[in-house]
């Protein structure tokens, strides 16, 4: 079956000695929990918390990778440069990747396949924006995110993916999907995939919820019998609360 995940997305924070004071604390106040836990810090903190944490049962993940191989690409990180100081999964298509550094479908499912391809575990992002809510929408753009992205994919890829999604107007605006919202999205997603790949692929995928969750909502949200844990963005950043978050699943 599925595992559950608790995942912490620390996006563009924390200095080297911040997230080595982050780390040392989660794994110090780590509950005994059968969740796998991870947290995503920046590509320069990467290698120190993998260091940190090598004691730990608390993976550290990446936020973002490039798909090519090697070569002249300024700025980018490769899947190699990843897997070399132990991180093996990543992060793939957060909606911030996507609204502000142009990231299109198109280029997400390249980035998919060059993490599968190095055996990397991909943790694929998705989830409609407010105004697609507001009119209705959702369903069928959080369909064509994972057809475009994803379904070229033979099924053997499945076992190496997790699902994200991440409604747009709920991240780091205080506002959360309901626990019903969750479910309906999630109950949807694994239907779409048990249509394309099959009920034992559909069945067998962690589908995560992320936006705003809390301490105060955690437990709610994963309670859904679709929803297998969340990605937490800014309540991961503080000890406690990821650590309640964690607890609630
Ligand atoms: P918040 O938890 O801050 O809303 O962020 C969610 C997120 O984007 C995680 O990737």
């Keep these: 079956m599925r595992n559950n995940i608790v995942a912490g997305n620390w996006k563009m924070n ?7 004071a982050l780390v040392t604390e989660l794994a110090a106040m ?3 929990t059968k969740a796998e836990v991870m947290v995503a810090p920046a590509f320069v903190n990467l290698a120190g918390a993998v260091g940190s944490l090598s004691n730990s049962t608390i993976e550290v993940i990446a936020q973002n990778m490039y798909f090519a191989e090697s070569g002249a690409y300024t700025g980018e990180i490769s899947a190699d440069m990843l897997l070399n100081i132990g991180v093996s999964t990543v992060i793939i298509g957060h909606s911030e990747r ?3 550094f142009g990231e299109t479908d198109e280029i997400l499912a390249k980035k998919v396949r060059a993490a ?5 575990r991909v943790m694929f992002c998705f989830g409609e924006e407010l105004g697609d809510r507001k009119s209705g929408n ?6 064509s995110q994972l057809q475009n992205a994803l379904f070229s994919l033979d099924a053997n890829a499945w076992p190496h993916l997790i ?18 919202q969750a479910q309906e999205m999630h109950g949807f997603i694994r239907e779409t995939l048990a249509q394309k790949y099959g009920s034992g692929i559909a069945n067998a995928v962690s589908i995560l919820y992320g936006g705003s969750v809390k301490p105060s909502n955690a437990a709610e949200i994963f309670s859904k019998p679709d929803v297998d844990g969340g990605l937490i963005g800014g309540a991961s950043l503080v000890a406690n609360d990821f650590i309640a978050i964690i607890k609630a699943i």
């Design 138 to 143: 959702h369903f069928k753009v959080v369909e």
């Design 163 to 180: 699902l994200a999604y991440e409604p747009v107007w709920a991240i780091g605006t205080g506002e959360t999907a309901s626990p019903e």
């Design 98 to 100: 996507r609204a502000y």
């Design 14 to 20: 924390k200095t080297m000695s911040e997230t080595e």
């Design 116 to 120: 599968l391809q190095k055996n990397m």
């Design 30 to 32: 780590l509950p005994n």
